[in-house]
């Protein structure tokens, strides 16, 4: 059984220009969330996809933006790059109740320059 | 607003020692509380998931347990071996309805020596 991915991998950007980042869920799962993690503030929700509909949302500015195809594959974009945007970018699948388990993908590193 | 603490942020132990990592939640309103490991610049590897109605989980060398009164967890790793050293965090599985957001402790470094 597959697990989550994400791509790409690694990203290097420069400021100002916008990113486009991947996840494909588990087979079968239908909600996807997104996390940033950064040394200083750690790991932090972003928003959270279910049947192609936003659920949840944390408390990011709204150059963070995401969607979820009919597939459950789901996107996250990021416009008007900054330097403090650097992080490790996490997804999370899972079924999609509130008491269900997350399983993450590896990650992608985006470094703005 | 939830916040999760986990104590010690770092820890140091010869191999073969037991220990035991805390986590404590302000919260109680919880749905579950899961335990994740993660390796430097690697994603979250699912370790033990215990649900709110739970008392413990285990699997293997690991023993998680939960008292949601208190607003604690506690992971016991037994018989640690040097592959064992890695960030550990816990999440809590927050009362949003049908939503499912994790909110994250900030991790205790575990190394393992030989």
């Known amino acids: 059984k597959a697990g989550v991915t994400q791509t790409p991998r690694y990203l290097i950007k420069t400021r100002g220009q916008q990113v486009t980042l991947s996840c494909s869920p588990i087979s079968g799962h239908r909600s996807v969330s997104w996390y940033q993690q950064t040394p200083g503030q750690g790991l932090q929700f972003l928003f959270e996809?279910?049947?192609?509909?936003?659920?949840n949302k944390g408390n990011f500015p709204g150059r963070f933006s995401g969607r979820q195809f009919s597939n459950s594959r789901s996107e996250m974009n990021v416009s008007t790059l900054e330097l403090g945007d650097s992080a490790l970018y996490l997804c999370a699948s899972s079924w999609g109740h509130s008491n269900t388990e997350a399983f993450f993908g590896q990650g992608t590193r985006l470094t703005v320059v | 607003k939830q916040e999760v603490t986990q104590i010690p942020a770092a820890l140091s132990v010869p191999e073969g020692e037991n220990l035991v990592l805390n986590c404590s939640f302000t919260?109680?309103?919880?749905?579950?509380l899961q335990w994740f490991r993660q390796d430097p610049g690697k994603g979250l590897t699912s370790l033990l998931l215990?649900?709110?109605?739970?008392r413990e989980q285990t699997s293997g060398r690991l023993n998680a347990s939960l008292d949601k009164s208190s607003g604690r967890s506690t992971l016991y790793i037994a018989a640690s071996q040097p592959g064992d050293s890695a960030t550990y965090l816990c999440?809590?599985?927050?009362?949003?309805?049908?939503?499912?957001?994790?909110?994250f402790g900030t991790g205790t470094r575990l190394q393992v020596t030989l």
């Open positions: 919260d109680s309103a919880i749905y579950n």
């Open positions: 215990i649900q709110s109605s739970q």
């Open positions: 996809y279910f049947s192609e509909t936003q659920r």
């Open positions: 999440a809590v599985s927050i009362n949003t309805g049908t939503a499912s957001k994790l909110t």
